[in-house]
Structures are given as C-alpha cells and as structure tokens.
C-alpha cells in the first residue's frame, strides 16, 4: 500500500483524487489518500501561513513554521518518506521518476503556493535520515500552486503500482514506457477503433488484415514516425 499525504491551503482543490482509477485503487487498499489543510497548524487568527521575502522583492513566502508542524505531524522517525516539493524550478517529472514514486510507500507532495515555499524546509529534511527530498517541476511553466502539479504525478505513478490497472497489459508498448532494458524513448503508435469507415476517413488497412506480424511491423513503424516528428518541432 503507497500511502500519499498532501498539504495544501486549498484541500479543496484536491477533491478529483477520489475519482476514477485512483479512487477504485483506494477501495482496492492499494493506495491511501490523504489531504491536509496547511492553515491547520496556525494558531493566528488569520491563520496566515505566508510572509514578505527577506531581502525584499515582490509577492510573499510561504513560512517554514507551519510546513514544519505539518510534516512532522503525519510522519514517524522508523519509516522512509519521500518528500515531494513542487516547484518549477524543480528536476522535470518523468514517466522514470513515477517509476521510481511508484515503489515508494509513503509520498508528502508540499503544495506550494505564492512565490513558493521556505528554502530551509526542503533543507531541514534533506539532512534527516528517513527523509528523501525531491524538488519536481511537471514542466517549463509557472502554476499557481502545487496541487494540480501533485495530481499530475499521482495519477501518472498510481497507475505504475501493480494492481492498479484492470489490464496491466496496458503499460506495454505505451508512449515513454520503460522495459527492463530501460527506457524506451518511443512515443506510442495511433489507435483505431469501430467503426471502420468514419466521415469518409478509413482505418487503416493492415489493422483490418488479422496478420499479426504485419500489424506490428505497421505499429513499430508509425511509433518511430511520430518520435521522430517530436524530435523534430
Ligand atoms: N516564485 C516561484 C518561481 O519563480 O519559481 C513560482 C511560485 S508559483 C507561483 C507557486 C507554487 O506553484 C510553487 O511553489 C509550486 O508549488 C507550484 N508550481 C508552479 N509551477 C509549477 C511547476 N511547473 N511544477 C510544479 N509546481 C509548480
């Protein structure tokens, strides 16, 4: 069972996690979801969880105080925990990393938002033995806060645990899958289904042929011809 923690200002924000796939995986005890409201651990009565910047500049920074509270909170000191601080400037989430997420048993996502969170957070748990601390970007972009981010790289791990999906077939030959040689770079061939004849646009021919070997010489080959016009944008 992977258990996921998230904090977050806006627990809200969180609610499709119980959707799907991953709300068929909590029934399933094969994930466990939680969702933390960070103003929880404020004894304000703003309940204020940000502050202005040292060294000045604009906008306001989230206060280690209560991200400390927080994760000391739903954590014990005998269990290994990856702790994932979103940020853009972050390592890019990869369908390597949701490998690598995906055999973990307890992930805190830190959701941040405003101009992000105090750098000594990641710091303090960097240097604590059980603590793992990655700081993940889902791309070259700035959101306005870590949940939709957290949802991304739950949903893309989630489905790597086994059991997960129905058909875990699946997970082969998929766009950036990764085999036991490693990573396979291919981005995945287009799929078809009925019926045959849409608006004048037909299947292809080979996918109608019952040949199996020629269907997966057809799909190796379109897989290689999209890769390639990625590459090439
Ligand atoms: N001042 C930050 C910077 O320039 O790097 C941007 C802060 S952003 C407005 C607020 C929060 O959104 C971040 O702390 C982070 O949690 C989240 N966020 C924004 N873009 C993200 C991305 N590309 N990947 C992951 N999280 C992101």
Redesign the pocket.
């Known amino acids: 069972m992977l258990q996921i923690d998230l904090i977050s200002i806006f627990p809200e924000y969180l609610a499709p996690l119980k959707l799907s796939l991953l709300g068929k995986a909590q029934d399933k005890q094969l994930l466990s979801i939680n969702i933390h409201d960070l103003r929880d651990q404020t004894a304000d009565v703003h309940h204020s969880v940000d502050d202005t910047p040292y060294g000045g500049g604009a ?1 306001m920074v ?1 206060s280690p105080v209560a991200w400390g509270d927080a994760i000391d909170q739903i954590t014990k000191d005998d269990e290994i925990v990856d702790l994932i ?6 390592r890019k989430f990869t369908q390597k990393i949701a490998l690598e997420f995906s055999k973990s048993k307890h992930i805190i996502f ?8 105090d750098a000594r957070v990641g710091q303090y748990y960097a240097d604590k033995a059980n603590f793992r601390v990655h700081e ?11 949940e939709v ?1 957290a949802m991304v790289i739950i949903e893309a791990t989630a489905r790597l645990i086994p059991g997960v999906l129905g058909n875990p077939d699946s997970l082969k030959e998929e766009s950036h899958s990764i085999t036991g040689d490693g990573e396979d770079l291919l981005v995945e061939y287009p799929n078809y289904t009925k019926p045959a004849n849409w608006r004048g646009l037909e299947v292809p021919q080979v996918l109608l042929s019952g040949n199996h070997g020629e269907i997966a010489k057809w799909r190796k080959a379109q897989a290689e011809r999209r890769t390639r016009e990625l590459g090439s944008e």
């Open positions: 906008g989230m601080i979103l940020t853009p400037a972050g830190a959701c941040g938002r405003y101009e992000g969170i993940i970007s889902i791309g070259d972009y700035v959101l306005g806060g870590g981010a």
